[in-house]
């Protein structure tokens, strides 16, 4: 099953974001109750990790409605919150959350958390998973460029296809192919995305014509988060 991430705090979201993704596991982001609708009528069964630090918080009479109408062994919700009331908490009852994770932790503390509810669910499986990639769409502005080693040579491709492990891009001009091997690993490649830039290591694992498919090794944590939050909108919004 896939997860729906709801108004969770920015720098939480990304941690979670380049974990989970990392691993395989399909993620969307729910920034309005209609696009949560559209993605559980498209896409079936999920779980929903949302922050509620609120009783009046509008999520949650939109998670009493899909417990009333969707089964609960099907659609599981997990509650981030420092709430514990009583009141509060025997809604959560009602509403047969999956797990209540205080929101007072530390970030890895968090995901250790969730990820163990994931996986005791068995929707975690690391031998099933593959990373959900990405298609760019027509205006985003997204190109691979790599510096061949031991040479002045810079290759730049377009991006065809991406994930948060690897990419596919076609190079620009015919023949430069020549100048890679299958195994060759470029210590720095630069990706372009959206007029930002992330570094990091690319290891060349197919070569076709001019079309390349690489493997990324040794990011950084700002190309990590650059690509995370990409994938993230783009998987949540097509």
């Known amino acids: 099953m896939y997860t729906i991430l709801i108004d969770l705090p920015e720098k939480l979201r990304d941690f979670l974001t380049l974990k989970f993704l990392t691993m395989g596991i399909k993620l969307f982001i729910g920034e309005s109750q209609k696009q949560v609708t559209d993605i559980v009528e498209k896409h079936g069964p999920c779980y929903i990790f949302v922050n509620l630090n609120t009783f009046n918080n509008p999520w949650l009479p939109f998670l009493a409605h899909i417990r ?9 919700f997990v509650i981030l919150s420092n709430k514990t009331d009583r009141e509060f908490v025997q809604t959560l009852l009602l509403l ?9 932790l530390e970030i890895e503390e968090i995901y250790k958390r969730l990820d163990s509810i994931l996986t005791k669910q068995g929707s975690a499986n690391n031998n099933k998973r593959e990373y959900e990639r990405v298609v760019p769409r027509e205006n985003d502005d997204i190109s691979m460029s790599l510096s061949v080693p031991n040479s002045s040579i810079i290759l730049t491709g377009k991006v065809l296809n991406i994930s948060i492990g690897g990419i596919a891009f076609q190079l620009e001009n015919k023949g430069e192919s020549r100048w890679l091997d299958v195994g060759l690993v470029i210590e720095s490649a630069q990706l372009k995305l959206n007029r930002k830039l992330g570094i990091t290591g690319i290891k060349i694992v197919a070569i076709k014509d001019n079309l390349v498919g690489g493997r990324f090794v040794k990011s950084t944590d700002f190309f990590y988060n650059l690509l995370g939050r990409y994938l993230l909108e783009r998987i949540s919004n097509g």
Do not use: F, M, R, S
């Open 68 to 76: 009333q109408y969707k089964n609960d062994d099907e659609y599981k």
């Open 96 to 104: 047969n959350v999956e797990g209540l994770i205080p929101a007072n």
